[in-house]
């Protein structure tokens, strides 16, 4: 049995609309997502995509069934204890980039480490460190309109990878990116699966899909297929 840095076990997901109609996004979800795999999720618009993901990403809780990340079971958790889940537990990157216009790049990075209460020493000690690795060491001072987008991606990878997460998810992380500046920031994901990192993204690209070791295709709130893709360089991770 592989150890799951997320699972899922029978979760439902339900939300009223403003009219009062009940809507079941997730219809008895069982997903295991191994430690140190590299997981695409997809599926068209009202499969329940966007809804897995928030889930994943501890921004919401279900209706029923249980989750649980890095071995710990989330489901049931009150707001500022599921918030401090996320913060420790969790990298976002998102196709927007998300950063704060008015930091550095190194203070963006940092602001997660700011929430867990990191001293300031140690919190500018593990940016910079973790910029180095994206390749962006010269480019610490610089604000996010001084950088391109692909630079601006690196910088959400970093901020994403500081806290040393159990699982980095992203959603669309190439969407506002050229084709040939989106290879550059897959492979640096890629980089990072390869040291042991848990990646799940989020796309409705087959072609970024397909660098994945396994796809997971959700339609009308359930699991439609999940299958492996094995790599000539690269070994595929157990699956559920």
Same mark, same amino acid.
């Given at each position: ?5 997320a ?13 009062g109609?009940s ?12 430690? #140190? $795999?590299? =997981? ?6 009202? +499969? *329940? ?5 928030n889930?994943l ?6 209706t ?7 071995g ?21 990157i ?10 550095t790049?190194?203070?963006n990075?940092?602001?997660?480490l ?8 140690v919190r ?5 460190a973790?910029?180095d690795?994206?390749?962006? #060491? $010269?480019r =610490?001072r ?5 950088? +391109? *987008?692909g630079?601006?991606q690196?910088v959400?990878i ?5 806290s040393?997460?159990?699982?980095i ?50 339609r ?12 000539p ?8």
């Amino acid at each position: 049995m592989p150890v799951a840095a997320a699972q899922f076990e029978g979760v439902r997901k339900t939300y009223a609309t403003p009219h009062g109609v009940s809507v079941e996004a997730l219809r008895g979800i069982d997903l295991l997502i191994a430690r #140190g $795999s590299y =997981v695409a999720i997809m599926g068209a618009s009202g +499969s *329940g995509k966007s809804t897995l993901m928030n889930l994943l990403g501890c921004l919401d809780r279900p209706t029923s069934g249980r989750y649980t990340i890095d071995g710990a079971e989330v489901s049931g958790l009150d707001d500022e204890e599921l918030s401090r889940i996320r913060g420790r537990r969790i990298g976002f990157i998102f196709q927007a980039f998300n950063l704060i216009p008015e930091l550095t790049v190194v203070e963006n990075v940092e602001v997660p480490l700011f929430y867990q209460a990191v001293s300031p020493a140690v919190r500018r000690q593990r940016a910079l460190a973790t910029l180095d690795e994206v390749g962006l #060491g $010269s480019r =610490v001072r610089h604000r996010p309109s001084e950088l +391109s *987008g692909g630079q601006q991606q690196r910088v959400a990878i970093a901020r994403a990878l500081v806290s040393q997460p159990a699982i980095i998810l992203a959603d669309e992380p190439t969407g506002n990116l050229d084709s040939a500046t989106g290879d550059t920031i897959l492979a640096l994901l890629e980089t990072m699966h390869t040291r042991g990192m848990t990646l799940i993204i989020v796309t409705h690209d087959d072609r970024i899909a397909q660098r994945c070791q396994r796809v997971v295709r959700l339609r009308d709130g359930l699991i439609e297929s999940d299958s492996l893709i094995t790599h000539p360089q690269v070994a595929p991770q157990n699956a559920a």
